[in-house]
């Protein structure tokens, strides 16, 4: 069975564009979340997505966003980018069930110049 | 407020010696514990997780982790450690209902031939 695959994998920015990241769940797995680490803040939830519906999320600020569609695959946003959200965007994808456990893609890192 | 905690930053062991990772947990009730290992530009891969019964929890290649309720720790153990283990290793913890994970700083691990 396929891993989570996130697309694209690097990608550099300016500072004020926009920019939007996918990613893929495994299989079978409706519930998406996604996690942004940087050296200075570590792994820092974003946000969790199940069923198209937003069900959890991090301390951020509205700039990032992120949607669900109907095939569970994910997409988060981040707009007016800053110098500080250069950063790996990590998604991760569960099986609902009632123990969780989730399953990381590779990560797109983002550099914001 | 819920927290997961690594107090080692960095380990270095040599190869074929044994290695143990803290992790300490603070929650209102025993969340379900995890610990991840990630490669320099990787996702996070996950080694084992705890989620009730058994305290002495088995993982891949070779790791183990045991769950002490009186201590609220959740250390990972390895009796033989392989230059390929070299990695950053992180605890994480969730509840009940939730894939909003709550990470530890993460311990790197350094392997001397």
């Known amino acids: 069975k396929a891993g989570v695959t996130q697309t694209p994998r690097y990608l550099i920015k300016t500072r004020g564009q926009q920019v939007t990241l996918s990613c893929s769940p495994i299989?079978?797995?409706?519930?998406v979340s996604w996690y942004q680490q940087t050296p200075g803040q570590g792994l820092q939830f974003l946000f969790e997505?199940?069923?198209?519906?937003?069900?959890n999320k991090g301390n951020f600020p509205g700039r990032f966003s992120g949607r669900q569609f109907s095939n569970s695959r994910s997409e988060m946003n981040v707009s007016t980018l800053e110098l500080g959200d250069s950063a790996l965007y990590l998604c991760?994808?569960?099986?609902?069930?009632?123990?969780?456990?989730?399953?990381f893609g590779p990560g797109t890192r983002l550099l914001v110049l | 407020a819920q927290s997961v905690t690594q107090p080692d930053i960095h380990i270095t062991v040599s190869e074929g010696a044994s290695l143990e990772l803290r992790c300490n947990y603070s929650?209102?009730?025993?969340?379900?514990l995890f610990w991840y290992v990630q490669s320099p530009g990787q996702g996070l891969q996950l080694l084992l997780k705890?989620?009730?019964?058994?305290?002495l929890v088995q993982g891949i290649k070779g790791f183990e982790a045991e769950f002490k309720r009186s201590q609220s720790s959740f250390n990972l153990r390895k009796p033989s450690v392989h230059w390929s283990d070299a990695a950053e290793y992180f605890c994480?913890?969730?509840?009940?209902?939730?894939?909003?994970?709550?990470f530890g700083t993460g311990t790197r691990l350094k392997v001397l031939a």
């Open positions: 299989s079978g797995h409706r519930s």
């Open positions: 991760a994808s569960s099986l609902e069930v009632a123990a969780p456990a989730q399953y």
């Open positions: 705890y989620f009730s019964g058994d305290t």
């Open positions: 929650y209102g009730a025993t969340p379900y």
């Open positions: 994480a913890g969730a509840t009940s209902g939730t894939y909003k994970y709550i």
């Open positions: 997505y199940f069923s198209e519906t937003q069900r």
